[in-house]
């Protein structure tokens, strides 16, 4: 791993948040159609299916995955079982302006878990670079009103996203500093794909214990129609096995601190999008947030000098 963000790079950075402000709206898409920590079952279900012609091999080494069941279901837990539910059901219970809010926060929770677990101190940069980006979502968020941002409100979704936010940073850390068994000549030859599968298999344990839950207590169920297929397809194709594989890149590449900053850019992306659906024309305070995100990302991306 360094600390070079090369174009290519910045280009694979630039997907995920793209695929999840897409993947948000579709989650609002599906409130009263479709339970959320279902929802989230039935997205990784898809994605596992989608991945077994290519990580078949996988089940040939099913000693690789024992030695490391531990490590690998908690990967699935807090990239797949947590994460997605916990988003899904803040955005039935929640409004996208506070979720959006909370999410902005991820950087700052990248680098306190690297300060406090991994005992990685964050630089001048990069403190700086989450001051701009952060006031980059800030503008996006409250459209340049400051009345509209100090009128928000938190809820229990709030706490739900929080949480969630709080998982990703864990799962992005894991993949940068796995444990000794899973680094250099002792990991598994697997590729990226089937990687995401081991990972995805362990997750949907979560999935349909969590789902199981929602059942039992909710009683909610699904309300199927034409759309619902397509929305699973591609919640499964872009958010997650684009996104993914994206991400798992850029972690590899500049590290969680680094990539996190990228993550701001899906309320501008979400912003562009729902005022694409609305028919409206992006305003001048989206120029303005995109400056300041991509000034956040340059200035945590800047090497120190020898």
């Known amino acids: 791993m360094n600390n070079n963000l090369t174009l290519r790079v910045a280009f694979l950075l630039t997907l995920p948040p793209l695929m999840w402000a897409a993947n948000a709206v579709v989650g609002r898409m599906?409130?009263?159609?479709?339970?959320?920590?279902?929802?989230?079952?039935?997205?990784?279900?898809?994605?596992?299916?989608?991945?077994?012609?290519?990580?078949?091999?996988v089940l040939r080494q099913p000693q690789l995955i024992r030695e490391r069941w531990q490590h690998l279901s908690i990967l699935g837990l807090l990239g797949m079982g947590s994460y997605n539910a916990l988003q899904y059901l803040a955005l039935h219970t929640s409004t996208p302006l506070n979720v959006t809010l909370i999410a902005a926060s991820s950087p700052v929770w990248m680098l306190a878990i690297g300060a406090v677990f991994y005992k990685v101190q964050p630089r001048r940069e990069d403190l700086i670079g989450a001051a701009l980006s952060l006031a980059g979502v800030v503008l996006v968020i409250s459209r340049g009103?400051?009345?509209?941002?100090?009128?928000?409100?938190?809820?229990?979704?709030?706490?739900?996203?929080?949480?969630?936010?709080?998982?990703?940073?864990?799962?992005?850390?894991?993949?940068a500093r796995p444990p000794a068994h899973m680094q250099g000549a002792a990991r598994p030859k697997w590729d990226w794909a089937q990687f995401l599968w081991v990972q995805t298999m362990f997750g949907l344990g979560w999935c349909v214990l969590s789902a199981g839950t929602e059942l039992a207590v909710s009683g909610e169920e699904i309300h199927w129609s034409p759309w619902v297929p397509v929305l699973l397809l591609f919640i499964a194709i872009g958010p997650s096995l684009i996104a993914y594989r994206c991400w798992g890149l850029g972690v590899a590449s500049v590290g969680p601190a680094i990539t996190a900053f990228f993550g701001n850019l899906t309320p501008l992306f979400a912003a562009v999008l729902s005022a694409a659906l609305l028919g409206e024309l992006p305003r001048?305070?989206?120029?303005?947030?995109?400056?300041?995100?991509?000034?956040?990302?340059?200035?945590?991306a800047r090497k120190k000098p020898v």
């Open 145 to 175: 009103e400051l009345d509209r941002l100090l009128s928000i409100s938190f809820v229990v979704g709030d706490l739900l996203m929080l949480a969630a936010i709080i998982s990703w940073g864990f799962y992005s850390w894991l993949l």
């Open 284 to 300: 001048l305070y989206h120029g303005l947030a995109f400056a300041l995100i991509v000034a956040g990302i340059v200035v945590s």
């Open 30 to 57: 599906a409130v009263g159609v479709v339970p959320p920590v279902l929802l989230n079952l039935l997205r990784w279900t898809v994605v596992a299916l989608l991945l077994l012609p290519l990580a078949w091999p």
